[in-house]
């Protein structure tokens, strides 16, 4: 601990230097995030919320409101107008919480998750004593419906099915998944990075949400392709009322004395973020914003296949990934270059997130650069 304080003006350059350490989303050079540089307006209204803490929401009534809103808003979007939940810290908070309520529920510990999961979902088993029961893939890189149909059981409390892989962002076959549902477990989709996207797109996405009866309980990040600020998820559920099966005593809050949530104080900065940035864009803005990104993704295909790569697959959102020698060694030369790129491992691919700061530009000084350190894998 410092002795004394210091003065604003030696913080400010002492977070300046920090900073300037960092890169920024605004550099054009990542493209290995699939966090979104927030709109302005998000920014301005975290910052406005910064104090509210919707774990002692009795205190914070106008907050609560802008959470129904959200939730509601985001309801809709997933084709159920009625679904219930609550802003959380990201994916990882949603995906346990939903886990959670499907053993609380169902009283059974298996869950039936392919291994395109997030590795959030081991976290998970792990925590609340589940049994992780990990399938295949097809050859479309989705979960294998034949491997879930062999595994799952009585025992089973829910399977998982993912909308947009952290990998690839292949969407598996959530209809064929809900109909493979044992009687009384959960249908949990990771639609954590898809959410924002599947919606918007402008060539008939496959059915991933609400719309599929099946389907009990939704991931969804307002701080990826939301525009919200971090850290900003969302739990949907089609029966709220479930929440109740993981709600615990507090008497001491200002409110009717029970918490239904992971986190105790909840960064509630992010459900104002999250207002602004949907209230914002609206479904014309989300709309322009993803095919603004597929239009740029479909640019770096075509750059990537005329310096000879091969994709992977066809991208379905804006997640791309290329075969190519050595992954592992071209991710740290073009590190070196200022650029950052990720590895996938399944198959083993280097992948691109083409998120919105990334523009035609940044993708021809990144080609350009790749193909030079292509050239060099030799030396």
């Known amino acids: 601990m410092w002795k004394k304080g210091a003065s604003k003006n030696i913080i400010d350059a002492e977070l300046a230097s920090a900073s300037a350490e960092d890169l920024h989303f605004s550099d054009g050079r990542i493209f290995a995030s699939m966090c979104a540089q927030p709109l302005e307006v998000a920014v301005e209204a975290h910052v406005r919320f910064i104090e509210a803490n919707l774990g002692n929401a009795g205190l914070y009534p106008g907050t609560q409101r802008l959470e129904k809103e959200v939730v509601r808003a985001i309801g809709g979007m997933l084709h159920h107008e009625g679904a219930g939940g609550s802003i959380v810290s990201g994916g990882t908070e949603a995906n346990i919480t939903a886990l959670w309520i499907a053993r609380n529920v169902t009283r059974r510990k298996k869950v039936v998750f392919p291994k395109s999961a997030h590795f959030s979902f081991h976290k998970a088993c792990d925590i609340l004593g589940l049994e992780p029961q990990m399938v295949g893939l097809d050859e479309k890189f989705t979960a294998d419906l034949d491997e879930v149909k062999r595994v799952v059981d009585n025992d089973v409390c829910a399977i998982v099915g993912i909308a947009g892989t952290t990998e690839l962002g292949a969407v598996d076959d959530i209809e064929g998944l809900g109909a493979l549902l044992p009687d009384g477990a959960f249908l949990h989709v990771d639609a954590a990075f898809g959410g924002f996207v599947l919606p918007f797109l402008d060539h008939g996405p496959p059915k991933f949400d609400f719309a599929v009866p099946e389907v009990s309980i939704i991931t969804i990040d307002p701080h990826k392709m939301g525009m919200s600020t971090i850290p900003a998820g969302a739990l949907m559920l089609r029966d709220e009322g479930q929440m109740r099966t993981i709600r615990k005593d507090a008497p001491y809050l200002d409110t009717v004395g029970q918490a239904a949530a992971l986190s105790g104080t909840r960064c509630s900065a992010a459900v104002a973020s999250t207002y602004a940035a949907m209230r914002f864009l609206g479904e014309e803005g989300y709309v322009k914003l993803v095919k603004g990104c597929m239009d740029v993704t479909r640019y770096a295909l075509e750059k990537g296949t005329g310096i000879g790569l091969e994709p992977v697959m066809d991208p379905v959102m804006n997640i ?38 990334v523009t035609r530009d940044s993708v021809d000084g990144l080609f350009a650069d790749l193909e030079e350190v292509l050239g060099g894998l030799d030396d």
């Not at 790129?341 to 700061?357: C, D, F, G, H």
């Open 320 to 357: 791309l990934c290329f075969y190519a020698p050595d992954v592992v060694r071209i991710q740290s030369e073009m590190e070196k270059q200022g650029w950052k790129v990720s590895v996938a491992r399944n198959p083993e691919s280097l992948r691109l997130v083409i998120m919105p700061y």
